[in-house]
T-cell receptor, first 115, second 114 residues
């Protein structure tokens, strides 16, 4: 069975600085998809960024980028120029090519942004 | 319109009550999901509907009964719940075709069982 591990329950970053959230996963599959979701306090969960495992190039969305290391089964999220609005719970998630739309979430990392 | 709506926002019910949660989307998504989320925990998948048919049931107790009456609506019927069922219930939807497709989440219904 696949597992997703986020080893940092909480992280803190100064506004305008850069922070990296860690995620590792375990799978025996070769085709899969990885996601980072953001859940602000009392607000809807939204997709931040996603990566197809067969693509070597790291995904980037504005201030958000990932470091995808397939052999190491690592999928970290880098947030550049952190803003107060980035404060949220961040979940790393895994989906199998043949998983029938089942999403496996990590435990989450709470990010605090200091002004 | 990229919105998933859920009603009610909050629900308090007794263990003998029957209530329903409602979810709606108008994005043409044919995959719809129910998740349960306890405080400070990740969402746990409960059910997945594909083309209005139940495709995944994660061994959820029968006191939770899902229903997908059409391609835009998803209901979760609740009966004889336990206090440990108190949680945030999230609905989500996505396009069919690829697991890469983005899931759109609703704001959730916060359920308290007394």
């Amino acid at each position: 069975a696949q597992t997703v591990t986020q080893s940092q329950p909480e992280m803190s970053v100064q506004e305008a600085e850069t922070v990296t959230l860690s995620c590792t996963y375990d799978t025996s599959e070769s085709d899969y998809y990885l996601f980072w979701y953001k859940q602000p306090p009392s607000r809807q969960m939204i997709l931040v960024i996603r990566q197809e495992a067969y693509k070597q190039q790291n995904a980037t969305e504005n201030r958000f980028s990932v470091n995808f290391q397939k052999a190491a089964k690592s999928f970290s999220l880098k947030i550049s120029d952190s803003q107060l609005g980035d404060a949220a719970m961040y979940f790393c998630a895994y989906r199998s090519e043949n998983g029938g739309f089942k999403t496996i979430f990590g435990a989450g990392t709470r990010l605090f942004v200091k002004a | 319109d990229t919105e998933v709506t859920q009603t009610p926002k909050h629900l308090v019910m007794g263990m003998t009550n029957k209530k329903s949660l409602k979810c709606e989307q108008h994005m043409g998504h044919r995959a719809m999901y129910w998740y349960k989320q306890k405080a400070k925990k990740p969402p746990e998948l409960m059910f997945v509907y594909s083309y209005e048919k139940l495709s995944i049931n994660e061994s959820v107790p029968s006191r939770f009964s899902p229903e997908c009456p059409n391609s835009s609506l998803l209901n979760l019927h609740l009966h004889a719940l336990q206090p440990e069922d108190s949680a945030l219930y999230l609905c989500a939807s996505s396009q069919m075709g690829s697991p890469y497709n983005e899931q759109f989440f609703g704001p959730g219904t916060r359920l308290t069982v007394l």
